[in-house]
């Protein structure tokens, strides 16, 4: 068998979509706050008022503030992110499930506004240290490593609406404050990294979804990555002076894309959209500077970034330890006409005819996983972790408070047979932590019933329930495939 002694089996978690408790202890808004629920046809809305004072909404992906408004919680709406699935109050008894299905990692994030309310401030809020110390020694107790995402899609709200969010400079000395909080409070208790969820998002999906993004789209998305980067780049600097022991990476969504003919014009496409999607981010948290090819990204779209000569010194000094990614999918380009084109929430492009869906357009690819695996690491030769994957179901909670989940455990299975061939083939794999290993909100939809847990919580898309956990199938067959260290994936 392939997977090495020590390997990390766990589960991943970001605090916006299962802690709730979105106001308690003195915890600022963070724009998933005011961002409504949808499905896979309905977008997700942020709701504010406008400068007349009347309750507006415009869908989430892209969302810009108009002049004069205020982002506002309004009545007739229900916000899913701000109830979760109430980890706040639950995780002692969410990480002793953990525990019993054998986790020595538990993926999670810290929720800035937790930290820092509105995120400008000086000092942290204690009720938000001493929540997570006690997350922390929670999971001690049962020898479960934590993987700590510091920032997961939930920039404080305060920042958003004063600063202008991370188009604005002044963000990185904020998330310099927040980070070094992070690694000096709990020092000893966690031992892993992650500086930005999914950083090449901003870049990867700006015009994968029919509206063609404009110069202006692409001259902030750029800008704001690269802040992002400076802050990511001091964040492990700063991590390695405070601990030697710390291991700090880099986390970017995973998409394997395909060309759809042998057409040369589709192979080059595909060879670019992996550098603008995938390699641009990955580059410079690795490697520590802008790849080639970055000049020429930023001159289709008449791009000029505010870089200093610091700012690369910076991004030179604070290259990752480790490469961290998710995935899900994998995902087809061509220069031809689509006429089989697939429609789901974040899946684009056209239908790839040897592979099966899930029910909301996601391309179910194992050996994308072990294709990405081993590009990946051919090219930085760092460790890797797979810190999110999982198939996005409806489950049905039958009168027994059982859950079968077949579909899941069979998705799962093959997925890790695939990061076992990669590891064979000399892939440095260390970890697998499944996403929303309890259910929890999706980011993408806002919805519950979009599940991905190994443990049901009961409560719906309206937040109606009693948020009780159950046990899914998939909980008792992940238990073996750990207590077997991948072995028994039967
Ligand atoms: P949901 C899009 C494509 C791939 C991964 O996604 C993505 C997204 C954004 O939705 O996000 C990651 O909940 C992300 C998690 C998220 C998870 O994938 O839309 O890091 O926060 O929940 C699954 O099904």
């Known amino acids: 068998m392939s997977f090495p002694k020590g390997f990390y089996w766990g589960g991943a978690t970001a605090a916006n979509q299962c802690e709730g408790a979105w106001n308690v202890d003195g915890r600022g808004p963070a724009l998933t706050d005011v961002t409504t629920g949808g499905s896979v046809k309905e977008p997700r809305y942020v709701t504010y008022i406008d400068k007349d004072g009347n309750p507006q909404k415009m869908p989430s992906m892209g969302a810009k503030l108009p002049e004069g408004a205020k982002y506002a919680v309004l009545d007739d709406c229900y916000y899913p992110n701000q109830d979760g699935i109430d980890f706040y109050h639950r995780y002692k008894e969410d990480i ?11 993926r999670m994030s810290i929720s800035w506004s937790r930290l820092y ?17 006690n997350v922390f020694k929670e999971c001690k107790k049962y020898n479960i490593e934590p ?9 404080p709200l305060y920042l958003e609406e004063h600063y202008g969010g991370w188009k604005n400079r002044k963000l990185i000395e904020f998330y310099d404050r927040f980070a070094k909080t992070c690694f000096t409070e709990y020092k000893g208790l966690v031992k892993y990294w992650l500086t930005f969820n999914e950083i090449n998002n901003t870049v990867m999906f700006l015009d994968m979804f029919g509206n063609k993004a404009t110069d202006q789209m692409y001259q ?25 022991d710390y291991v700090v990476g880099c986390m970017i969504c995973g ?29 410079v948290q690795c490697k520590g500077k802008y790849p080639t090819f970055a ?24 290259t990752v330890d480790l490469y961290t990614f998710s995935y899900y999918m994998s995902t087809v380009v061509t220069t031809h006409e689509v006429t089989d084109k697939v429609s789901g929430n974040f899946s684009a492009g056209a239908r790839n005819p040897y592979l099966e869906y899930s029910d909301w357009g996601w391309a179910l690819d194992p050996k994308g996983l072990r294709y990405y695996l081993e590009k990946i690491y051919d090219r930085y030769e760092l460790p890797m972790m797979v810190v999110e994957n999982g198939l996005g179901a409806y489950d049905t909670l039958e009168e027994d408070g059982t859950i079968h989940d077949p579909y899941r455990i069979d998705y799962m299975r093959k997925h890790i047979q695939d990061m076992e061939l990669a590891i064979e083939d000399g892939v440095d ?18 919805e519950m019933r979009k599940r991905y847990g190994f443990i049901y919580v009961d409560k719906d898309d309206a937040g109606n329930g009693t948020f009780d956990r159950y046990r899914k199938d998939s909980f008792y067959w992940y238990k073996k495939v750990i207590a077997s260290n991948g072995a028994d994936l039967d």
């Not at 002793?96 to 538990?106: I, P, V």
């Not at 993987?147 to 920039?155: A, K, M, N, R, S």
């Not at 060309?259 to 603008?276: S, V, Y």
Request: one cysteine or more; aromatic letters at 12%; hydrophobic letters at 40%.
């Open 96 to 106: 002793a499930l953990f525990a019993e299905m054998g986790f020595n990692m538990f």
């Open 117 to 133: 309310p509105q995120g400008d401030e000086l000092e942290p809020n204690p009720k938000g240290i001493e929540f997570y110390r």
């Open 220 to 244: 902030e998305a750029y800008q704001h990555l690269h802040y992002q980067f400076v802050a990511s780049a001091h964040a492990v600097k700063m991590a390695h002076e405070i601990d030697p």
């Open 295 to 318: 000049k020429r990204l930023w001159a289709e779209h008449d791009v000029h970034l505010d870089i200093t000569e610091q700012d690369l010194i910076d991004l030179k000094e604070g």
């Open 147 to 155: 993987l700590v995402t510091i920032h997961h899609f939930d920039t």
């Open 255 to 283: 998409i394997t894309f395909y060309p759809a003919t042998c057409d040369p014009a589709d192979i080059l496409l595909n060879r670019h959209t992996w550098e603008k999607g995938i390699y641009y981010c990955g580059d």
């Open 429 to 446: 794999l260390i970890a697998y932590t499944p996403w929303g290993c309890i259910d929890l909100v999706s980011a993408g939809t806002g």
